[in-house]
């Protein structure tokens, strides 16, 4: 529901009645608003790592197999979900402006992504799959950055075209050479 309707337009009456929750359950887990959608990032949060843990944990792929891996597992998820992106992003985008909480939080998830992504660019590096002087640290926030504008775009298109190219441009372009 955070994705469909946003951060702002979602009620916690609407939230309730879809759920089925009462209200008094709501207010014993979570302190508010604010309480319940970050509790959301932190599960989505859960979510990512256990993709990433299952992508890049994956010994019997080269590296840079094993971390395209994640990305396209991440857009067969979105498919399903009807191409509504990034949880992170779509909060990241309507809330890092008034909630510094928010921004900060949001900005913390992505580079603990970038980070692990970061790890195994490295074996990639250290194998002589990318160039011995490459910045995985930096290659990774650039993936992630891409990824992200890609996933608002493939929400605005409502397909995955953005995604593929993102993903082929990166790999074939920035990483490869």
Same mark, same amino acid.
């Given at each position: 529901?955070?994705?469909?309707?946003?951060?702002?337009?979602?009620?916690?009456?609407?939230?309730?009645?879809?759920?089925?929750?009462?209200?008094?359950?709501?207010?014993?887990?979570?302190?508010?608003?604010?309480?319940?959608?970050?509790?959301?990032?932190?599960?989505?949060?859960?979510?990512?790592?256990?993709? !990433?843990?299952?992508? %890049?944990? /994956?010994?019997?792929?080269?590296?840079?197999? +094993?971390? &395209? #891996?994640?990305?396209?597992? $991440?857009?067969?998820?979105?498919?399903?979900?009807?191409?509504?992106?990034?949880?992170?992003?779509?909060?990241?985008?309507?809330?890092?402006?008034?909630?510094?909480?928010?921004?900060?939080?949001?900005?913390?998830?992505?580079?603990?992504?970038?980070?692990?992504?970061?790890?195994?660019?490295?074996?990639?590096?250290?194998?002589?799959?990318?160039?011995?002087?490459?910045?995985?640290?930096? !290659?990774?926030?650039? %993936?992630? /950055?891409?990824?992200?504008?890609?996933?608002? +775009?493939? &929400? #605005?298109?409502?397909?995955? $075209?953005?995604?593929?190219?993102?993903?082929?441009?990166?790999?074939?372009?920035?990483?490869?050479?």
């Amino acid at each position: 529901m955070l994705l469909i309707h946003g951060y702002n337009d979602l009620g916690i009456q609407a939230l309730l009645e879809a759920t089925g929750i009462p209200k008094g359950s709501f207010y014993h887990h979570f302190k508010d608003k604010d309480d319940f959608a970050l509790q959301s990032i932190d599960q989505y949060m859960w979510n990512v790592h256990a993709g !990433l843990d299952m992508c %890049l944990g /994956d010994r019997s792929r080269p590296p840079l197999e +094993r971390v &395209r #891996l994640f990305f396209e597992m $991440t857009e067969k998820h979105y498919r399903t979900e009807g191409y509504m992106g990034c949880l992170l992003g779509g909060l990241g985008q309507e809330l890092s402006g008034v909630s510094e909480v928010f921004r900060l939080k949001i900005e913390w998830c992505f580079s603990a992504i970038a980070e692990r992504i970061a790890v195994c660019l490295e074996e990639a590096r250290q194998s002589g799959n990318i160039p011995g002087d490459s910045d995985v640290r930096c !290659l990774a926030g650039l %993936l992630v /950055d891409c990824w992200e504008g890609a996933a608002l +775009r493939s &929400r #605005l298109r409502g397909n995955a $075209t953005s995604l593929i190219a993102m993903l082929d441009f990166y790999f074939q372009s920035v990483v490869s050479h």
